[in-house]
Nanobody, 125 residues
């Protein structure tokens, strides 16, 4: 069983930055593909970014490319999402997720078996 706990969300003005963290339990964290998704009110959950187990390969949604950076520290069992140049449309609950079924970063939410409870990010205009 894997437990994921997100932190770092909050209220920020447009153009500002936040760094989300996701702490994972489990001895095999370094084997997981880790992803970030988000869900805005009234919208479906959407993919944000994902990272391969060794941190070398990453994958981003077009809407965040160049502004967000995903990274991981396997020694700390933690994955991060650095969010810069935030926009009001980035407002959402952000979830981290772990996948054992794929070796490559993926945007497919059904490839992720474990999910955190989410952290709210609100960007004011």
């Amino acid at each position: 069983q894997v437990q994921l706990v997100e932190s770092g969300g909050g209220l920020v003005q447009a153009g500002g930055s936040l760094r989300l963290s996701c702490a994972a339990s489990g001895r095999t964290f370094s084997s997981y593909v880790m992803g970030w998704f988000r869900q805005a009110p009234g919208k479906e959950r959407e993919f944000v970014a994902a990272i391969r187990w060794n941190g070398v390969r990453t994958y981003y949604a077009d809407s965040v490319k160049g502004r967000f950076t995903i990274s991981r520290d396997n020694a700390k069992n933690t994955v991060y999402l650095q969010m810069n140049s935030l926009k009001p449309e980035d407002t959402a609950v952000y979830y981290c997720a772990a996948s054992l079924s794929t070796g490559w970063p993926t945007a497919q939410s059904n490839e992720y078996q474990y999910w955190g409870q989410g952290t709210q990010v609100t960007v004011s205009s």
